[in-house]
Structure formats: C-alpha cells, structure tokens
C-alpha cells in the first residue's frame, strides 16, 4: 500500500494545489490497479494501469478514513464515515466493482483516525482508533475496545511531542510516528509496541521526515526529504541531511528484540534547483525517486534491485502507481488541468 500527498520535489511543488499531485492519495492494488481518492475534487477512482481507464466508485473522498488491500481474496477495503458519524465498511473488486457495503455501529468522536484490520484465525475483523495519545482497539460487537493504549510521551527538551502518524495491521504490533517540538527544532521519532508484552522501543536518531509501515513483527522505516531554501541557512541547533553525507533511506526494525537495520542507503546530490529523494513503500518493493537526477529505481524489501535508474516522467513530479514486472512496465500517474491520466515506462 501506498498513500499521501506528493509534493517534495521542485516540479511537484510547483503545480497547483488543484491538480491532484499533491491533493490525492494512491493506494497500489496490483500490477494492473490504483486506487486514487483524490481530495480536491472530491473523488474515489479505480485506474485500470494498463487500459488507462478510470472507474469512479461511490463513496466521497472526505470521507474515506482507511483503504487496505486483500490478496487471496483479491479485495478493497475501504472504511469510511457515514452522515451519523458511524463507520461504513465497502468491500470493492480489483476492478472497482462494489461487492458489499455494510454498517458498523462504532460511533466516532471528532479527531478519531482509524485502521481496520482483517479477521485473522480465530481473531474477528478489528479496528483501531486513535485520539491525540489514545490508542483504543475495537471488535464485534464494537462496544468496548478490548485493548487501550496510552502512548504520550514528554521530553524537557522539547515543548511538545505529539503523535503525527502511526499504522496498525494487526495485534499485537503498533508503530507510532511523533513529531518533537521545541525552540527552532523539530524531530521525528518512531515508537514500536507489542501491546501483548508491553515492550516499546523510541528511535529518535532520524533526521528527515519519515514514515512507518508495519508487516507482522516488522516495522519497515523510509524517508523522503528534498534539499531547498527550507534548511539553509538551518538553525545551530537543527540537524538536517547534507548533500555529501550517506543517506539510510530504507530501514527495518525488529519489534520484539527493539532493532534496527540499515537495508538501503546512498547518496542524493543536490544543486541550485534542489535535489534529494523521495521514497514510496508499495506491495513488497520500495520505489526511490531521485529528484535532482529525475530518475528512479525499484527495489525488493529485502534491498535487492529490481530495477535501477530509469528516466522519471513528468520531470519527477509524477507520482508512482505500480509495476508490472512480467511485462517490465512501470505506471506513473500524471495529471492535466486536474484530471488524471495514466504514464506506461517500459523498463530497460
């Protein structure tokens, strides 16, 4: 899965904030879809990759709170919020046909960010919600969470540490993104949790935006950052990526032993126009965009290359919407006047 908006390189940042690059979040299905809720113009659609057509599907982008991909069932997920404030569950096809769309009488308070999660062995499907520090699992029949989890935490050296993102794909394991405040400063930390055993683990050594994705005990941690006026001149006490200095851009963690690996790193230049690089975690492999180069390359989770240094279209600002490595076709997704259309690059 992949999600968020897309505007850390200089085209990208460039481009109206109505057309779509950085006002829609991509969720890559398979080697042949996309799903994109595209939040300015209000809109769920389905991209068939290979055809170039979209499918519109029935539910507003406002208010779409989770998208999760199944396999085997090939299914969509999409929970969102209904007139009443409750959650909507819609069960969608590869191709974007609605299959079910059913109620769930969990009542949502303002602020709450869910995730939903599968039913797993004898485990009933579950959703978690989160509240600023609260973390409050939920399953049928959705009165009372079965689990809660308060994950504040205070440091003197900052004024604030809040949460800012997290991911949940099932029990035990949590991942939580913070953001750590202070005179001048800003930092990102990542907390993992095993909510069985209580262990917890703080990473706070990053120095770059970052994102966590979670897969069974592991937690895959990668960053995006673009070189820019933004960080030059930089606070004395701000520490920020430097164009000569190696970047660990793809890193595992271990939960339970509280560990963590780096599986990717290098080098991204920079000039008077920018640089830096932006990374995308979809379906098993990592896409990493170089945005000084204009180039990208694809690698397996385990840091093995798929492919490497390929021309990027759309002067980097196009955004990344799947791979098919059977037919060596990549998918960008470009947008015109605010609407979309769908790039096809053979791979060399």
């Not at 505007?7 to 996309?34: E, H, K, M, R």
């Not at 050296?157 to 953001?179: C, I, T």
């Not at 262990?199 to 120095?207: N, Q, V």
Request: aromatic fraction near 12%; charged fraction near 20%; proline fraction near 5%.
């Amino acid at each position: 899965m992949v999600a968020g908006c897309w505007s850390d390189s200089p085209a990208a940042s460039a481009a109206s904030q109505a057309s779509g690059y950085s006002t829609t979040d991509i969720y890559i299905v398979s080697g042949n879809a996309a799903l994109l809720v595209d939040h300015a113009a209000d809109t769920v659609m389905l991209a068939e990759l290979q055809t170039g057509r979209f499918t519109k599907i029935p539910v507003s982008a406002a208010s779409v709170l989770d998208v999760k991909v199944l396999r085997q069932p090939d299914k969509i997920i999409l929970l969102h919020k209904s007139d009443i404030n409750q959650l909507t569950k819609t069960v969608l096809s590869y191709q974007g046909q609605v299959l079910s769309r059913n109620g769930i009488p969990l009542k949502l308070a303002e602020g709450d960010h869910v995730k939903w999660t599968a039913p797993a062995g004898k485990a009933k499907e579950r959703i978690m919600v989160q509240n600023g520090n609260i973390f409050r699992l939920y399953q049928s029949p959705w009165r009372q969470p079965s689990v809660t989890y308060d994950a504040k935490l205070s440091d003197e050296r900052f004024e604030y540490v809040s949460v800012l993102d997290w991911d949940f794909q099932g029990y035990p394991y949590l991942a939580v993104k913070y953001m750590a405040q202070g005179i001048m400063s800003e930092y990102y930390w990542v907390k993992t949790v095993n909510l069985y055993t209580k262990k917890e683990t703080l990473f706070d050594d990053f120095i770059t935006d970052v994102e966590v994705s979670l897969k069974g005990a592991k937690a895959e941690v990668y960053t995006s950052n673009v070189y820019d006026s933004v960080y030059s001149p930089v606070p004395a006490n701000l520490v920020r990526p430097k164009p000569s200095d190696i970047q660990p851009y793809y890193q595992l963690i271990d939960i339970d032993r509280g560990t963590k690996a780096n599986v990717l790193e290098g080098v991204f230049a920079a000039n008077d126009d920018g640089g830096g690089w932006k990374t995308v975690l979809a379906n098993g492999r990592l896409f990493v965009g170089d945005l000084m180069q204009r180039s990208w390359s694809l690698y397996g989770e385990d840091g093995a290359v798929i492919v490497r240094n390929q021309s990027w279209p759309g002067e980097g600002a196009a955004r990344f919407a799947g791979y098919d490595p059977e037919r060596k076709t990549a998918f960008f997704v470009e947008y015109a006047a605010g609407k979309p259309s769908i790039v096809a690059i053979s791979v060399k």
